[in-house]
């Protein structure tokens, strides 16, 4: 606490220093050439003249004066705007020889057409960034009738939407789309980016959201989800619009979707409902991550003893592996009242996935002198049933205090059958085990979460309290069939083992969560102040594990003991901290220490053994953040975490769906300390319409938790027990550059982007410690260009390499060449005739462990013809994959293992729809 004290009241006098007023000004009046009549309200901009971007900017007063203080000495430009008139530029210095400018009456020239170069066309500019967030301003590109909010997003430079609508901003995922700064159907961000109109967007913003309670103090607690923000225009909050779009399509596929919209001022009503086997519609259903909501970064272990479950369910997830067929549908309701007092936001969402898979999974584990090929086949028919509400109430009790209160309801049902079949092969080609096993299951699963957050701010300025509490319940219940046969073989063929595993299994998990966390901050002076935290929370749970072998054929009825367990945990946590935090005109600067004790309490009600474990968790944060200008700013950062091992890894639960991986436990592991850093950078020049995003991350452990394998080379079992690495440090990094501008004189936009990951970790194999080591890098340019009703073009193209090995067999690597690109074009023909196709090439080399090659091109294509004056009636023909080349694919290193994946998805089609997009919005009524 000494060091964070020392650092802050250095940077504290640094920044008095850096920022105290400058004497250097600049003054002048604004008149019309013609007549000499005075501008009032024209926009006054100074500029760098190095670099164009914006200093200050201000407007003339009633009698067209204007001045600017506080400027610092060197070479600016200034910039005068006014609606109907050319924009006036000049260059001047200020230095202390000259530390005031007065350009006296400075003469517009009506409609004139001027320096080119620099008109801005009187509107905002298309970027602005302002401290964390990153405001898109929608008016400054150009889109189509009925285009979405999706079509709007691929023209932001840094942001890029894929075709199944995930969106990718400056190199990370983003989770959530609100609007109007509101949740909007909860958890799903394509049903407001495919769905709401992009002529009704005004602004867009992209920012990292805070939780509720951190956004109140204004300290980051850890808590971040990347976010885009879409407001509306004020003209396009009543009425009401929607969109029918029904599609049928060769091999028996389809697709058809109804969204209807009213919106009155503050209260807005929509409801949907898709349905489609095509994966493009109604597939990024996900749950929201209720757990620890504004506890306080708290760990919870299962009371179970760990996450592996012979039948455990399907989380249902579709993520482009196999055949889909989804239903969905959903209804939302917010408004707001007694003078915007009050408020509320509910949905309801109904749906169902269907997921049949085919899948090979290719395996080389790298062993002491040895290797082990693995060919695994699997077909698993996935299907899960959902249903969920959930109510945000907010209430604005007085001028300083509020209350928000959350509820959210889950139920839940699914069904699996998979089938796996798994060949093992050493060095020699020598046959070394087999395995063939079936699971049936069915599953159920309620959830229901409740949480009340509370701020109020005090009579000092900058003093305020706030308490959140959550609660949560959950019960899961599964049931269902496992069969397996695992043999092993001698090197002359002859069977070693034959193990036969025929049972039925049960599982029941209860789970309760209690918790709170208060923050109470104190301003120490204007920019300077403190926030202490205090949280705890209880969790307690039950774990039931029954698996039953036969009596007789078909008669499960036999407790097998060695693989049923009861479990009974209880787990109490507390948490303490403070942040000091300083914030200046131009500066954030915050940092401190939060502590967690968590005691936990296991009771084996089989075997009557207690196992209690307590632990502390370090957790220090600091943040600094400097604006250089509006549309500029820098940020980096620091969290420490203590890791603790998780029950799994203590004493784990026994388990025979994997009879080859046997866990053991090892009760005397320490925690494991991860050390994160992270870089961002933003600029934009308004002039040159030049933007560059820069994002870095490098994360360290100490005294981290690895995997100790030992592996019998007779019949190919491992039994792996985890255990800290001492003397070696794994670390990750990752690093992000988007670059882009507009030529101006070819009207086209260009840029690239750069990134870069790496990872180096460890493990154990019989004794040896392998590392294994991985890095990527890639290159992508771009270019866009778009001409109204004529044409538009976006084209990305680059190269990336990766590197995977083993320190075990160094000769054996999956070191390659990759290549991808992506292109489309849209092409308007008179008679509102439209064609249109993209394409995505995909090209990855051949390796020393697969040398295999795979390559392909995926291109779609359509033929468009609109009707009616607004086009919003469509007809199109479209093909899907019109090549036929679509085919699963991937490679991933990890540990001492490299794997290739193939599997079945979506091939060639062809479909015929029809959709109507109907619109009514006006003037928003008070």
Known sequence: MKTISLATLLSLCFFSSLFAQNPYSVKGVVADTANNSKLHYATISILNAKDSTLVKFTRAAQNGNFELNSLRKGDFILLLTYPEYADFVSKFTLDSSKTSFDFKQINMKSKARLLNEVIIKGRAAAIKINGDTTEFNAGSYTIQPNDKVEDLLKKFPGLKVDNDGKITAQGKTVSKVLVDGEEFFGDDPTLVTKNLRADMVDKVQLFEKSSDQAAF???DDGQKTTTLNIKLKEDSKNGYFGKVDIGCATDDFYSAQLLFNKFRGKEKI????????????????EDSDKYGGGTANIEFMEGGGGTRDEIDSWGGRYNGEGIPLAYNGGAHYETKWNKDKESINTNYKIGSLKVDINKNILSQQNIPDNIVNRNNDQLTENYIFRQKLDATYQIKLDSTSNLKIMADGTLKNNETQSEFSTIGTRGDNSLLNTELRTNNNEGNEQIFTLSGLYTKRLKKLGRNYSINIIGNINEKNSEGFLYSLNEAFNTDGSIRESILTDQFKTNTIKSSLFGTNATFTEPLSKKLSVVFNYGFSLNNSTADRKSFNTSSPSNYNVLDNEFSNNFKTDQLSNQGGAILSFKGTNTVLNGGLKVNHIGFDQFDQYNNIRYKRSFVNWMPQARYQYKFTQYKSFSVSYNGRTTQPNVTQLQPVK?????????????????????????????YKVISDQSIYAYASVNFINNQIVNNTNFDNNTGKSEFQFINLDGKTPYNYYMFIDFGRKIKKLDINIGFEINTDGNTSYNFVNGVLNKTESSSYGFMAGLYKYKEKKFSFNLRFGPSYRTQQSSLNQQINSNGLATNGYGSVRIFLPAKFQISADANYTYNAGTASFDESFEQTIINTSIIKTFFKGDNLKFTLSGNDI??????????????????????????????????????MGPSKK
């Open 270 to 285: 929509s409801v949907y409902g898709t349905t489609s086997n095509t994966g493009k519609t109604g597939l990024s259903w």
């Open 883 to 920: 090549l036929n080349q679509n085919r699963g694919f991937s490679r991933f290193a990890g540990g001492n293992t490299i794997t290739q994946t193939t599997f079945n998805n979506i091939k060639r089609y062809f479909m015929f729809s029809v959709a109507w997009d109907f619109n009514k």
């Open 217 to 219: 103090t204004g300290v």
């Open 655 to 683: 388990v025979n769906d994997d009879l080859l991986n046997i866990p053991i436990g090892n009760p005397n592991l320490k925690p494991s300390y991860n050390n994160n850093f992270n870089i961002n950078f933003n600029s």
